[in-house]
């Protein structure tokens, strides 16, 4: 068994093997294979429908034209920290009910398993499709449910895509002065060979907002807005694992659809423009061609893609800026031509 490190918020969280007869024992399962633990994270989440949210094209990574269905989940408690422990296969847990805090019997309970300090799992008791479930914590009644841990691998790379087997921790931060602090977990669960069609969400869970209260434990009033930029993802919020990219934000010439309207600023090639061949513009002589330097560095001189007129501006408007402030301006050139 492992030590109990932190106790619940709300509700009590303890070894199976004492306290009342009562609450809910989950018992630990690990299909893929036994995954090293030392510690565990219990966290309960708000069971109502109506702190559950689906959001659908969720962009799967930037300029990617991939995207994922995705579930929001809201913590509602926090059941608290296991550590001391080898590995999650058969481990037994029980939630204990405490309705002096709370009144609450439904709960869905996401355990996050660390070996050491990378998170190596996650947890959920599963519905006939895989999904996360909700447990029953009454009162004077002990429930039993099995626990189904996958393995997952962190990801530290900001623009990587949350694929099968992936996770990721959001962190925000309220100002430059602000520590940062973790705002929720994203995760895409593995295929289940068994259920093919199941597990078809990826998974998030909003955590309390901190910054507001850091005594907080309770999210489920919260947006679900997982990247603190202020714009929820059922509001077009295409990609709400990064701050950068929501409905009105500039674009800019980087080839990514920063504004979440399905269209990108892509540098494209110039198009000459084609004229009826007459004695001027007959074809020249291959000496004069365009494959000459002269012809190459003429050619070298035009606008590479759409975007330069935007670089044009920016240089005006730097050069203007210089002008202002008493720098003087740059002196013409003046070219000679020797007779002939």
Not at 19 to 25: L, T, V
Not at 282 to 290: E, G, K, L, Q
Request: with cysteine; proline share 8%.
């Amino acid at each position: 068994m492992g030590r109990l490190s932190s106790l619940a918020v709300i509700l009590g969280l303890s070894a199976c093997s004492s306290g009342p007869d009562e609450g809910a024992i989950l018992t630990f399962e690990s299909p893929e294979g036994p995954i090293s633990a030392t510690r565990i994270e219990v966290i309960l989440a708000n069971a109502a429908p109506t702190a559950i949210a689906d959001v659908d094209n969720q962009r799967r990574a930037p300029g990617s034209d991939a995207d994922d269905a995705v579930r929001y989940y809201r913590q509602r408690a926090l059941g608290g920290v296991v550590e001391g422990m080898k590995g999650v296969a058969g481990f037994q847990l029980r939630i204990e009910p405490d309705i002096t805090t709370s009144t609450d019997e439904e709960f869905i309970p996401l355990v996050f398993v660390y070996d050491g300090d990378a998170l190596v799992g996650v947890g959920a008791v599963e519905d006939a499709l895989g999904d996360p479930a909700a447990v029953q914590i009454t009162p004077g009644m002990i429930t039993r449910y099995p626990v189904v841990v996958t393995g997952v691998s962190l990801l530290t790379d900001p623009a990587a895509p949350i694929e099968r087997g992936t996770a990721r921790t959001v962190s925000c931060s309220s100002s430059r002065d602000q520590e940062p602090w973790r705002s929720g977990v994203a995760w895409f669960p593995v295929v289940d060979p068994a259920r093919p069609e199941g597990r078809a969400h990826q998974l998030r869970l909003l955590l309390p907002d901190v910054s507001v209260d850091p005594a907080a434990t309770d999210a489920s009033a919260r947006e679900a807005d997982l990247d603190c930029d202020q714009h929820p993802a059922a509001n077009n919020d295409c990609d709400d694992l990064r701050s950068a990219y929501y409905n009105g934000a500039a674009e800019s010439c980087d080839g990514f659809d920063t504004n979440c309207d399905s269209q990108r600023f892509i540098p494209q090639g110039a198009r000459r423009r084609t004229r009826p061949a007459t004695s001027a513009t007959r074809p020249r002589p291959a000496s004069r061609s365009a494959t000459t330097p002269r012809a190459r560095s003429r050619l070298a001189r035009r606008p590479l893609h759409a975007c330069a007129a935007a670089r044009v501006a920016r240089r005006t408007a730097r050069s203007a800026r210089s002008t202002s402030r008493g720098a003087r301006p740059p002196k013409p050139r003046v070219r000679h031509r020797s007779a002939r």
